[in-house]
């Protein structure tokens, strides 16, 4: 891992957000990762507790 970099990612497609939409985050932590799931169906007009 090189020093400054943000050393995890999650991406996510298909689902709430559509066939050509996905979601991706490259953050430093896995838990920080996760936390910024939920917000992002939003943005799509869903809810991802629907």
């Known amino acids: 891992m090189v020093e400054r970099r943000k050393a995890w990612m999650v991406i996510v497609s298909g689902g709430p957000l559509g066939e050509d939409s996905f979601f991706r985050?490259?953050?430093a932590t896995a838990d920080a990762?996760?936390?910024a799931l939920p917000a992002h169906p939003e943005t799509k007009g869903s809810s991802?507790?629907?």
Do not use: N
């Open 25 to 27: 985050a490259d953050l």
């Open 33 to 35: 990762c996760l936390d």
């Open 48 to 50: 991802p507790f629907a």
